[in-house]
């Protein structure tokens, strides 16, 4: 999937890798897509709750050796 920006957000906890996302989506423009890296089982579970609250799309997500990969599009 094509992406306009990447967020490295391994070896990070809940919190950090939905506020560094926030921040990420906060600087760049509607439509643009943020393909997000996390280690953080919890992260599935966040980015589906941070997307239905805050109106940003998520376009898709995976798992592959532990890793979890998301693609949010940006309201």
């Not at 094509?2 to 890798?17: H, I, T």
């Not at 996390?38 to 966040?46: A, E, F, N, Q």
């Not at 376009?59 to 050796?65: D, Q, V, Y």
């Amino acid at each position: 999937m094509n992406f306009d920006k990447e967020l490295d957000a391994r070896g990070l906890n809940c919190p950090l890798p939905i506020l560094r996302a926030k921040k990420a989506l906060a600087e760049m423009l509607s439509g643009q897509v943020l393909h997000i890296i996390s280690t953080d089982p919890g992260s599935i579970k966040d980015f589906a709750a941070f997307a239905r609250q805050t109106g940003n799309e998520l376009l898709g997500s995976s798992e592959n050796n532990k890793e979890f990969e998301f693609f949010m599009k940006r309201k």
